[in-house]
């Protein structure tokens, strides 16, 4: 199989090809080699390696880099996505675009409050809050439009064993974090006000493959939950009998990202729930 794997810098594409390398031919992109946003580069690459499936993990990722300069966020979220969708119909390569709960960030009224923290489905009407979700709702629109057959999965925030520059750049260290506080007998704040699924990346790869598959359309993929963070992160230290480690903050603005999973399971993927997940990483 041959697979080009964008933003292969990143945390979830350096992983992904690192997976594949050994077994598929696979086409690492980074900026240097294949600038999704300039079109005559993406045609180049096309022509050349002949891609079979795009899993397209490039993006501007940072939410707070996103809202300060949302013009580069929209040529690079939005307008790389097309190309990489139009490219992908006319090559016939299934086009697999990494998108993200950042979707769901809405704001809280007293119109929806009965059903604010309930999962999120993906058939929805979204209007998200933030920047990098507004354009990742669109990337996903224009990605279905050029190309009907794409699969768009909606991914939480990860984490993973973490490797050098994931210290670095304090990437992906969430799970690290707790256990680190465990092992310290550390003290921990959770946001209350914060509901999301976290998901070990290492599943996601396991997944990955079984999404190539997948009939077009959109998917939450990845662990989830039902609890807001400081309940859900308070129920994993609690198994590992040190609940007293986790203290409630209750500041920030109220963010629910949760995802119901029942489309994905029904197509025969699976993820830990989030709360066993951390309890298996944390202690491994």
Not at 105 to 118: A, D, H, Q, V
Not at 224 to 236: A, H, K, L, Q, V
């Amino acid at each position: 199989m041959r697979i080009l794997i964008t933003g292969a810098g990143g945390y979830l594409g350096k992983r992904l090809v690192k997976a594949y390398e050994k077994k598929h031919k696979v086409y690492a992109a980074y900026r240097d080699n294949m600038d999704f946003t300039l079109e005559e580069q993406v045609e180049d690459v096309f022509g050349k390696f002949e891609p079979e499936v795009v899993i397209h993990c490039g993006a501007v990722s940072d939410v707070a880099e996103c809202e300060r300069d949302p013009e580069k966020s929209f040529q690079v979220n939005v307008l790389g996505t097309q190309n990489l969708a139009r490219y992908c119909a006319r090559f016939h390569a299934r086009m697999i675009f990494c998108s993200s709960d950042q979707v769901y960030i809405e704001s809280l009224t007293e119109k929806n409050r009965e059903t604010y923290y309930l999962p999120h489905r993906e058939e929805e009407v979204l209007k998200p809050l933030p920047v990098y979700g507004q354009h990742k709702l669109q990337a996903e629109k224009v990605c279905l439009n050029e190309n009907p057959d794409s699969v768009i999965l909606r991914l939480t925030l990860m984490y993973d064993v973490p490797d050098e520059a994931d210290r670095n750049k304090q990437k992906g260290m969430f799970a690290e974090n707790l256990k680190a506080a465990f092992c310290e007998g550390r003290r921990q704040q959770v946001f209350q006000n914060t509901s999301r699924g976290i998901t070990d990346v290492r599943e996601i790869l396991e997944n990955m493959e079984k999404a190539w598959t997948l009939s077009p359309g959109v998917y939450n993929f990845g662990s989830t939950s039902t609890e807001n963070m400081y309940e859900m992160i308070g129920r994993t230290f609690a198994l590992l009998e040190k609940k007293e480690l986790i203290c409630r903050r209750e500041d920030g603005i109220v963010r629910n990202m949760l995802m119901d999973t029942g489309k994905a399971e029904r197509a025969g993927i699976f993820f830990q729930d989030t709360v066993w997940a951390l309890y298996r990483y944390i202690t491994a």
